[in-house]
């Protein structure tokens, strides 16, 4: 048996799935949780690790300190839950099966239960197995009222130790739960509804910068998951890397959460760029708008930062332009922003080099 690890456990359990099958046929019914279940392992990328499938539920872990902030791995959730909303409804719009099975998985949902705390790893035949207190805990809240307590279908569910990691002001719009087991005694959970979130990222509106307006545009190749490079994105002590600034403070958040709304201020000496988020999209794309403080602040410039998969990796693209403001001021603003490109690639290589050594750094310290 491996030394016992800290780290969070997660449990994305497939609600509804029992009345589901036993109302509807099995072959069919058993290719829609195939095909859902398929769905939850795709989710389920670095950090999250999964330990293994449990019928129709999917148990994943963080070996150690395998998240920077708590934002990502609440919007690794959120992005998990709109991923299994998303494929629901493309099987009700492309259904053309009259089938119980069929016309039934609509009724299907998702819950996720997540707990911080210490475990084991031990291997069983081919199998790694969690082993540990906080494991056993993790699958009782399975079983739960939270439902009936509160009238929430879909949810997740963290427990406090989790939130005492994650960051107690992500609960400031989330439900208290106190559950009893008789096992492991009294648990208090809060509780997020998810479906407000599948309804505001439904029809995601994107900001579009033409490539016509594009004044610079660079890419890094990172040997990492989109996800783990989002977390990077979302510390400042990174962040001011990429950005060439000394330092990066994010005002206006909400509810302990960088999101649309939100700003970045980034200081370069005695300047400061005000950057307004104007899209936040987990995983996949940041867009703000620059107030540039060389130009007495009558300029004002697009800045899309976009995370592509790339095999095993990522690839992250930088991109800015669509200036706004006065005509001469913009000319000088394009020249500047084209004879300084060298300097934005180097800064992005320095931000390549930094979170290749603190990610290796991460990977020695959870063995």
Not at 92 to 113: E, G, M, P, W
Not at 141 to 152: A, E, V
Not at 167 to 186: F, I, Q
Request: hydrophobic letters at 40%; one cysteine or more.
């Amino acid at each position: 048996m491996h030394d016992s690890i800290t780290g969070y456990l997660l449990v994305a359990d497939i609600s509804g799935y029992s009345t589901f099958l036993n109302e509807s046929e099995l072959d069919h019914a058993r290719e829609t949780l195939t095909s859902l279940l398929e769905v939850l392992i795709d989710r389920t990328r670095p950090p999250l690790v999964i330990s293994k499938l449990e019928g129709d539920a999917v148990l994943s872990y963080t070996p150690g300190s395998g998240i920077l902030t708590g934002q990502t791995l609440v919007e690794i959730i959120e992005a998990t839950y709109v991923a299994f909303r998303r494929a629901i409804e493309l099987m009700v719009l492309n259904n053309t099966c009259q089938c119980n099975a069929c016309a039934n998985v609509s009724a299907l949902d998702l819950k996720l239960f997540l707990h911080h705390g210490t475990f084991a790893i031990q291997k069983v035949g081919e199998r790694e197995e969690l082993f540990g207190n906080d494991v056993v805990l993790t699958h009782r809240l399975l079983k739960n009222t939270i439902s009936n307590d509160t009238g929430i279908r879909a949810y997740a569910a963290y427990t406090e130790a989790a939130l005492g990691q994650l960051g107690e002001e992500l609960a400031e719009t989330m439900t208290r739960v106190d559950l009893d087991y008789g096992d492991v005694g009294p648990v208090t959970v809060w509780v997020q509804d998810l479906h407000p979130v599948w309804a505001a990222q439904r029809d995601d509106p994107v900001v579009v910068l033409e490539q016509g307006n594009v004044d610079v545009e660079y890419s890094i190749s990172l040997s990492m998951s989109p996800e783990m490079v989002w977390d990077y994105l979302s510390d400042r002590r990174f962040t001011n890397i990429l950005l060439g600034a000394d330092r990066v403070e994010v005002v206006d958040q909400q509810h302990g959460r960088t999101m649309e709304g939100s700003t970045m201020q980034c200081y370069h000496g005695d300047k400061v760029v005000s950057q307004v988020i104007l899209e936040w999209r987990p995983f996949h794309r940041i867009v703000t708008r620059d107030r540039l403080p060389n130009f007495g602040g009558r300029l004002q410039v697009l800045s899309v930062t976009e995370l592509d998969p790339a095999g095993s990796g990522t690839l992250l693209t930088i991109k800015a332009g669509g200036i706004t403001g006065p005509a001469l001021l913009r000319s000088v603003a394009r020249v500047v922003f084209k004879a300084g490109r060298k300097d934005f690639v180097a800064q992005g290589e320095a931000f390549r080099r930094r979170l290749d050594a603190d990610h290796a750094d991460r990977l020695t310290a959870a063995v």
